[in-house]
Nanobody, 126 residues
């Protein structure tokens, strides 16, 4: 089970930190990612992290502003979002997938994830 939290309303230029807590499975050995969906748009990739926590990947639209990380137990993944823009407003989802024997692997954005959490709403006012 993946439980996302931390969404809310923030002014443009502000910051939020999303959390995704994993339970019920050895998600510590799963690569994890964040995706988002805005009204009228398709779900898009935001960021991902290997299960080792060493390797990360970001969408170009968030590079330099967002940081994905995971705790030492590797069961909680964070998305620190700084310098938020109105176009960042969306429902954010965390996801997880297992890649056997590949602790430093971060999947391409198009690679499907098998486990998804419920979304958390991020609203950015201009």
């Amino acid at each position: 089970q993946l439980q996302a939290s931390g969404g809310g309303l923030v002014q443009a230029g502000g910051s939020l930190r999303l959390s995704c807590a994993a339970s019920g499975r050895a998600f510590s050995n799963y690569a994890m990612g964040w995706f988002r969906r805005s009204p009228g748009k398709e779900r898009e990739f935001v960021a991902a992290i290997s299960w080792s926590g060493v390797v990360t990947r970001y969408a170009d639209s968030v590079k330099g502003r967002f940081t994905i990380s995971r705790d030492k137990r590797r069961t909680t993944v964070y998305l620190q979002m700084n310098s938020l823009k109105p176009e960042d407003a969306a429902v954010y989802y965390c996801a997880a997938e297992y890649f056997q024997g590949r602790p430093h692997y971060v999947p391409e954005p198009s690679v499907p994830y098998g486990y998804w959490g419920q979304g958390t709403q991020v609203t950015v006012s201009s």
